[in-house]
């Protein structure tokens, strides 16, 4: 309830920051966290439950929790993020099960998180662009090789990557390209479980930025801004 609410927002900022951290320096976030921060959700929503009683808080806080932790896993088991994007939203939703951020259409705060932060994510796809359109006008060459591909393709490709000149040594970066009967092919792979390695120096790669880092920024943006998407819709239909 709000007596508890910045308590519970601090404890989610906390769990979230050292996630992105870990995700991003290592590429793997122990259970630990995941194990202490829900522990210590349950017993605070558990709490908040008991002395609420059988009220809306409490029937929206459970919808949350099971809701959020079906939508969490489901996109897990369909391959579209990693085990530790899943166990976030769900630790979140434990923490801080109810919140209603400005804008919000629910109150369902690992949603907004989760929302926000793929709306979030939009920046960069939009940067790589920008990055590719320049590289091209200042005369590279970044599809030499490449030509063969369909103008369509190319075009997808400065959404999501870019040609780097020391592609086997970047870290956390995968490949964009292969070579099929002999000729380099753009590739784009949207499942999270297939690894690929590059074995060539100057390679189209995409940043293997973890969804993490975008979910931290969606609660943050939630708590001190709104629900993007509900602004968004007030701001074009008015209601």
Known sequence: M????PLRIALVLAMMCYASYSDLRFREVSDKLWAVFGSVGAVITA?????????DYTFLGLISIG???GIAFGLYYAKLYGGADAKALTVISVLMPVYRPAGAIHPFTALHSFMNGLLISVALPISL????????????KIFEGLEHEPALRKALAC???????DAKRKKFWMPMESVLDGKRRLT????V???LHVDRDRAWLTPGIPLLVFITGGFAVSIFYGDIFGLMLHKLFGF
């Open 2 to 5: 709000q007596a508890l609410e």
């Open 47 to 55: 709490y908040d439950f008991t002395m609420a009683g059988l009220r």
């Open 67 to 69: 809701l959020s932790t």
């Open 129 to 140: 662009l920008v990055y590719n359109l320049l590289r091209i006008l200042r005369g590279e």
């Open 159 to 165: 959404f999501l990557g870019t040609l780097c000149d």
């Open 188 to 191: 784009f792979n949207v499942f």
């Open 193 to 195: 479980d297939v690894e």
